[in-house]
């Protein structure tokens, strides 16, 4: 019963940086984790980056010191500030909510990072 947009994706040079968004909507009340998760072709889909109802957040080995996770005072949009980015960094970047009505998923926005 939540929705989730995902938008902000793009290309990128290496050492740039892009802001991802994710807008929700439906039974927001519901919603006790938001994350953000990547997936590259022929590869598992991975946990990037999380924040709890109350503001906690955690982050992959990967990521940590690079990326920031947070949300608008309506905690209706998330974003994934991505910096200094590097190569290993492009996939297919999805938004995921988790809360007491169920699991919902964002449709991919594309993050590539060149060389």
């Known amino acids: 019963q939540v929705q989730l947009v995902e938008s902000g994706g793009g290309l990128v040079q290496a050492g740039g940086s892009l802001r991802l968004s994710c807008t929700a909507s439906?039974?927001?009340?519901?919603?006790?984790?938001m994350g953000w998760y990547r997936q590259v072709s022929g590869k598992q889909r991975e946990l990037v980056a999380r924040?709890?109802?109350?503001?906690?957040?955690s982050y992959a080995d990967s990521v940590k010191d690079r990326f920031t996770i947070s949300r608008d005072n309506a905690q209706n949009t998330v974003y994934l500030q991505m910096n200094s980015l590097k190569p290993e960094d492009t996939a297919v970047y999805y938004c995921n909510s988790l809360g007491a009505l169920g699991n919902s998923w964002g449709q991919g926005t594309q993050v590539t990072v060149s060389t």
């Open positions: 924040i709890t109802r109350g503001g906690s957040t």
């Open positions: 439906g039974t927001i009340f519901s919603i006790n984790l």
